[in-house]
């Protein structure tokens, strides 16, 4: 499968930087999933589980707090309140 680099921040600083093959979260127009080659976009993102699946088909779960998405050609970034 595709892979596309995320990077996620928060103000305690970078909590993760690798490729991922999909994030999942919830928006604020909804659920939604990103995987590479996604229209890049930006969305506030609410209060809710974090699931990110890496290239080796295993996956990290955390949750934010609330927060930015932006999904761009060259990665996907999630900066606000998140912990694992």
């Known amino acids: 499968m595709r892979t596309f680099l ?6 305690d600083g970078k909590l993760f930087s690798g490729e991922a093959v999909m994030i999942t979260l919830r928006g604020i127009e909804g659920d939604l999933a990103v995987m590479a080659g996604h229209i890049p976009f930006i969305t506030s993102v609410v ?4 699931k990110i699946t890496l290239p080796d088909g295993t996956e990290k779960v955390g ?8 999904v761009a050609a060259d990665g996907v970034t999630l900066l606000g309140s998140f912990h694992w």
């Open 6 to 11: 995320l990077n996620i921040s928060s103000p």
């Open 47 to 50: 209060p809710c589980e974090v």
């Open 63 to 70: 949750h934010a707090d609330g927060g930015l998405l932006t």
